[in-house]
């Protein structure tokens, strides 16, 4: 079974190569994290090397901060993307209620009128 799992894997990052990093990564996310993670989490931004991550909420900032070394090697796998580092973030209107937690992610943040969320490329501070 692991290594069917290692072949799909292997043929999703080749299938992914004609798509920017961001979105090779955006796409490897719920493979490399699996299905728990990925309703409570997706890949908001990448900043060169390093990838950025929304959670549902403190609770899973926490717990997918103790798995980075996995999943940061998960994900480069998997998305063919180099990747040094996962920053995760929470940001509270992927819950709707406080209690609970949303199975995918927001698609609008709040005070920004009608814009959607969409995955940003983020440029590193050159001074």
Known sequence: M???RDLLRSLLGRSLSEFSPLDRISVAWPVAAGPAIAERS?????????AIVEVADVAWLKQLRSMTPRLRTELGRVSTVPITDILFETHRTFAADPGQVSPS???ERPNSGTRPLKPRMVQK???
């Not at 997706?42 to 390093?50: D, K, R």
Request: glycine fraction near 6%.
């Open 2 to 4: 692991e290594q069917m």
């Open 42 to 50: 997706s890949v908001i931004a990448l900043n060169g090397t390093v």
């Open 105 to 107: 992610p927001p698609q």
């Open 125 to 127: 501070d050159r001074r």
